[in-house]
């Protein structure tokens, strides 16, 4: 049975990409901040799994976190890289400091963090699958998306070097790019407020969250000597960034 570590897995994306895979027959370590909801979900998996809860913006709690894992989930083949979060959308000269840190703090430094955590043990294993959750935002950008954009710019292109420097390894880098996807995304980019949040995704039919979890299932079913390098997945009603149709 092979185990996938899991970020952000307290809801969206990262809670939808565990079920698929317990189903599927993975082994899991589900990781977030919030161990209600990881508790939530333990009861929904099929498969043997274990909690760990720390904040990918603590360099030390993420260290921590993984070096207390216990056979056998310490042996991780698949890292699925998905926390991280948007905080406002407000003109660059109106944008708050805070908000942009926490989008470098969670987007691009706790990925690193754990990733450089975890890729130790798949090198010397000459083995493994690492899977970052970017977004279209990294390959375009929009306007108000300015550090949201370049920290999700940064996981496409920090993917890219990461594949480049696995490759004597045999270790599998990818990373999946998604449009809009309805979740707690725009609730937290917007704090709260929930009309904001909903008129996102009004008038057009935006991806699942498990509709982004089967792609992601879809790397990594691909055979051992396939990488799917880059996938870019989007709302039919949704053709760029910042071009959707609104009109269903
Ligand atoms: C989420 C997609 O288009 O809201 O990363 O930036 S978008």
């Not at 979060?85 to 400091?97: C, I, K, R, T, Y």
């Amino acid at each position: 049975m092979k185990t996938a570590l899991i970020t952000g897995a307290s809801s969206g994306i990262g809670w939808a990409t565990a079920l698929l895979l317990s189903k599927q027959g993975f082994r899991l370590v589900i990781c977030g901040r919030r161990q209600n909801k990881l508790q939530a979900l333990s009861e929904a998996l099929e498969t043997p799994h274990q909690i760990l809860t720390f904040d990918v913006r603590k360099r030390q709690e993420v260290f921590d976190a993984i070096e207390r894992l216990e056979a056998p989930f310490n042996t991780i083949d698949l890292l699925v890289n998905n926390a991280g979060n948007a905080h406002g959308l407000d003109p660059a000269h109106e944008a708050s400091l805070d908000d942009w840190e926490a989008m470098i703090d969670g987007n691009v430094k706790g990925l690193l963090y754990v990733t450089k955590a975890l890729l130790p043990q798949m090198i010397a294993r000459k083995n493994g699958q690492i899977i970052n959750v970017g977004s279209i935002a990294g390959k375009e950008a929009y306007p108000k998306g300015n550090v949201y954009c370049a920290s999700k710019a940064a996981v496409d292109r920090f993917t890219e070097g990461l594949r480049l420097d696995c490759n004597p390894f045999g270790i599998r880098v990818g990373a999946i790019h998604p449009g809009l996807v309805a979740t707690e995304f725009s609730e937290v980019r917007f704090k709260g407020d929930q009309p904001r949040a909903a008129s996102v995704y009004a008038k057009l039919q935006a991806l699942t969250a498990a509709d982004v979890a089967q792609a992601i299932a879809y790397m990594v079913a691909a055979p051992a000597h396939v990488t799917i390098a880059d996938l870019t997945i989007l709302p039919t009603d949704q053709a760029s960034a910042y071009v959707v149709n609104r009109n269903t």
